[in-house]
């Protein structure tokens, strides 16, 4: 079809995730049609510099060839294999084996989902199994954080808390809860990370309390904040949480669906802090978009009750017609292979040089806050530094944003209408860096006339 075509039955036919069907069908679809490395050629033959990884998973970039081999080989011999009834197939073995090996302390048993929505929803699942079993069936209340991001799937979304995931879906539900975000810009008192870290603990401590100790079930958190504005907290904040977990007796369940493969540096991000989650949620970094696929890494001590806890013969009731598919597995381990092989070192130094050029940029007058952590970033536009003022909303800025890097030739991340996501692929060079934070830069610039 062309672009005229495309664009009639993108239109007349296909619901987009998370949009504003009005806004869509008046502007219209970008068309992708080919990628390579970190750049994307649209529909138009106009050549882009993918800022944002797709959506935060392309982390080895476009076109690797090892991977598209290792899907080919596998869709050859076998495109499916259910893992019910006792079945399994070799892709799928060796990949929960790799991952179990690479994983935090004892999680050591992965169950793989179709993404990280549905990761979430399992380990969910899995809390109520695991409370059952060991004979707290009470235990079901689950807190997360304001900003919190996790899934749009119906349970996700309540856990979720951004509003346009609530309206009129009748969520949050009445066991999930929230707490502050740890965001140190936009922080009320002085910021510093020791208040910020202290008062967290403060507030889980307080939730917990107010709902019951023996009522609550689990605490979820993403080590950085991805949707809800790439919100890095303090250093040493995922530690405390994780000890006070603990100390509360509580699970403490790390989302890393955007943060893990390398995005901000190690293969996970609590190796950072050696925080040990008893739950962990991963997807997109781990066949970097190549093929659907998410996982719930689980602690050896809640996959032991739950299976010792269960009759024999009695199914754990959870489960779906396409996990451990084998050729999404079979392109996880060629992406693994990528990681080893030099793709984290590249994506360390490429990070690296991201956060000096953006700590640059901050003395622009419109950049209130960056924040980076490895090959994550996220960039705070105020209209007045002085005071943190954010942007007037009438000013729409995300679209004007989104039109202006498009036209620029970089795609990003516009959350709200003051904060701009970076999430380039791990394969990126100092260069290509550096074009995305020169171009950005004069996005940013541009918007000086019209800022108030």
Known sequence: MNTETLLRTDRDHLIHPVSSWKDHEAAGARILRSGKGAWVTDSEGRDLLDGFSGLWCVNVGYGCQSVVDAATEQMSRLPYATGYFGFANEAAIALAGRLAAKAPGDLNRVFFSQGGSDAVDSALRFIRFYQHARGTPQKRHVIGLSRGYHGSTYTGAGLTALSVFHRDADVPLAWQHHIPSPYPYRHAGDGQPETIIAESVASLRRKVEELGADQVAAFFCEPIQGSGGVIVPPAGWLAAMRHTCTELGILFVADEVITGFGRTGPLFACETEQVVPDMMTVAKGLTAGYAPMGAVFMSDAIYTTIRDNTPAGVPIGHGMTYSAHPVSAAIG???????????????????????????????????GDVRVSGLLAGIELVADKATKRKPAADLQLASTLSRAGYEA??????????IIGLAPPLCCSTAEIDLLCDRLYRVIDDLRPTMR
């Open 333 to 367: 381990l060629a992406v693994l292979d990528l990681y080893e092989g030099g793709m984290l070192e590249n994506g360390r130094r490429a990070g690296a040089h991201l956060a000096e050029r953006l700590r640059a940029m901050a003395d622009h007058p419109l950049i």
């Open 409 to 418: 030739g970089i795609l990003f991340r516009a959350f709200g209408d003051d």
